[in-house]
């Protein structure tokens, strides 16, 4: 379960901005949308939440924040010494250039609320740090601080929350990589549940990546999964009888839409390797024959509708947290809704699992599907920041139509457009 995410100096924001999944005390309305964490003293958290603004202003940065804490999570310590960091901070102030970025993820795991973050430059981890609150209360599990005037790193190592070989930890993570995986790879059982969190609980689709039809395609080699992703692709109206999927050599496949040159470079390099080949199967309409389109003749709509069938079934099913860039392209207004309904429903989404996705779907504004705490925007400051902020800053009465408010500008995130007035 995700409270909170939050990045700072890092590509568009170059302050530190927090995009919070706490549910508003103030709001009473599609409770469904909302779920409790079953711990005290915290609010019900959200299901999904949208993230809107005009292009460039750094929405996608928000997944891309996500994507690198995950990652550098996941895979610091299998690094090397001296290996930079592949850091990216804000450019356009000469002041940020050299100061570390920073990435902090509030979260719960086996009924734990856990506060984690770290800050980095391409040289070193500069800052990380752990609280727990098992019963409401912060502990204070660990924290490493290096002084760039020093040159000398302190570490703060708790000896009631960290048994065992902490010094050892210690001694082993080397500057560019966190503390929290390296103790890892070195059989931390402590550390394990946060870790864990990040590794299995935690998903990210990156920013402008077309989502690869494999893992659906490997789903579907199950009869119990080829089940699955059709009840889900006819549940969207897709009108599918049935789903192949055969391996076939780089050769068998049709290549008619790559240029000669290409074509025959690619049978030659490629010749031999195998492939997952994806039909649909539908009827024709005069004589009820089954008849199989080819992968190249469905639908953008069609192909990203299956390519993202795996994920979605995956994470509802294991409760788990998705940060996904764009997820309406390619797709109507009503597929999009119904992708987030089944995250808002609880007969579906057993295990509390959550959606965050940037989107240019407007639509989704002008009516009651989300709350008005579910929507967040981001925009351009006068010295070319990123700053992203809730839509329930402002005043908004329940039901209000939003989309209109939006697109006149009272909320901000909106393209500033001039009269274009030709070339000369």
């Known amino acids: 379960m995700l409270i909170e995410f939050s990045v700072g100096n890092y590509l568009s924001f170059c302050e530190r901005q927090t995009l919070s999944l706490a549910a508003s005390g103030l709001y009473r309305e599609l409770p469904d949308n909302t779920f409790s964490t079953d711990l005290a003293r915290l609010p019900r958290l959200l299901k999904s939440a949208v993230v809107y603004g ?15 804490m995950w990652d550098f999570v996941l895979n610091s310590a299998k690094g090397q010494a001296g290996q930079p960091i592949e850091i990216r901070p804000f450019l356009l102030n000469s002041h940020k250039v050299n100061t570390p970025s920073t990435f902090e993820m509030i979260f719960i795991e086996e009924g734990v609320r856990y506060q984690y973050g770290f800050s980095v430059t391409r040289e070193r981890v500069h800052h990380e740090w752990l609280l727990a609150y098992p019963h409401g209360r912060p502990q204070r599990w660990f924290e490493r601080y290096y002084d760039p005037e020093s040159g000398q790193e302190s570490w703060n190592l708790n000896k009631k929350f960290l048994p065992g070989n902490r010094e050892v930890w ?52 199950s009869p119990e999964g080829r089940l699955q992703v059709l009840k889900f692709l006819n549940q969207a109206d897709m009108d599918i009888e049935g789903i192949h999927v055969e391996m076939k050599k780089i050769g068998e496949l049709g290549m008619e839409d790559l240029p000669e040159g290409i074509r025959s470079a690619l049978q030659l390099e490629m010749s031999g390797q195998e492939v997952m080949d994806v039909t649909l199967e539908r009827s024709a309409s005069d004589t009820g024959q089954s008849i199989r389109l080819p992968w190249e003749s469905e639908s953008r709509g069609t192909q990203k509708l299956f390519a993202i069938a795996w994920p979605w079934i995956n994470i509802l099913k294991e ?8 997820m309406d392209t390619s797709l109507h207004h009503h597929l999009v809704r119904f992708l987030f309904g089944m995250f808002h429903d609880a007969a579906i989404n057993k295990g509390n699992a959550q959606l965050v996705s940037t989107t240019h779907d407007t639509a989704l504004l002008d009516n009651t599907y989300l709350r008005r705490d579910q929507f967040w925007m981001v925009e351009k400051s006068a010295d070319r920041c990123s700053e992203l ?36």
């Open 54 to 68: 005009p292009n460039a202003a750094g929405k996608s940065n928000i997944v891309r924040g996500a994507l690198f």
């Open 170 to 221: 210690r001694d082993a993570t080397r500057a560019n990589a966190l503390y929290l995986s390296t103790a890892i790879q070195l059989n931390c059982t402590p550390l394990r549940p946060i870790f864990d969190w990040f590794d299995k609980k935690l998903r990210v689709f990156r920013p402008h990546s077309e989502i690869g039809r494999e893992l659906s395609a490997s789903l579907c080699q």
């Open 319 to 326: 409760g788990r947290v998705l940060f996904m860039d764009e």
């Open 389 to 424: 902020y809730p839509i329930s800053d402002f005043d908004i009465e329940k039901g209000e139509p939003l989309q209109r408010r939006y697109l006149e500008g009272q909320f901000g995130a909106v393209p500033a457009l001039k009269k274009f007035k030709g070339w000369g």
